[in-house]
């Protein structure tokens, strides 16, 4: 004989599994479809690139799961200060990468960024923004 709790704690689990896996899928997509754009358009790529989507989506999955306002306002809010320490490697991309090849550029970029947020933050912090 089934226990009905046990069944209704299995369905529910089925559930939110679904749901995690189809926000997985979709997010994915959006990383394939930018790949796939810049494999044809470097100009259209870049913007495709550029576009918040994930961040959309990331506001769309907050609203569907009820959070509260202030959580999603406030992811939007905190996104825009998170994004314009990350510019200056956009910058620096280019210019490393004939000179010392891929991965070396990437754990540049890295380091760049790190270095641009820990100074921004610093910045902010003094305008009663706290990023950290």
């Known amino acids: 004989m089934f226990n009905i709790s046990a069944l209704h704690w299995f369905s529910s ?20 479809l930018i790949s796939e754009v810049a494999k044809r358009s470097d100009k259209l790529g870049g913007l ?9 989506l990331a506001l769309i999955w907050l609203y569907v799961e009820k959070q509260p306002a202030e959580k999603i ?11 314009v320490p990350t ?8 210019l490393l990468y004939d000179r010392i090849g891929f991965w070396p550029t990437m754990a540049a970029c890295v380091g760049i960024t790190i270095v641009c947020f820990v100074v921004f933050a610093m910045i902010v ?5 706290e990023l950290l």
């Open 48 to 56: 495709v690139a550029a576009l918040p989507m994930v961040t959309f």
């Open 125 to 129: 912090k003094h305008f009663g923004i």
């Open 87 to 94: 510019l200056p490697m956009f910058l620096a991309f280019p």
């Open 13 to 32: 689990f089925c559930i939110v599994m679904a749901w995690l896996v189809t926000k997985y899928l979709i997010t994915a997509a959006v990383v394939v």
């Open 73 to 83: 306002s406030n992811h939007a809010w905190y996104t825009f200060w998170y994004v």
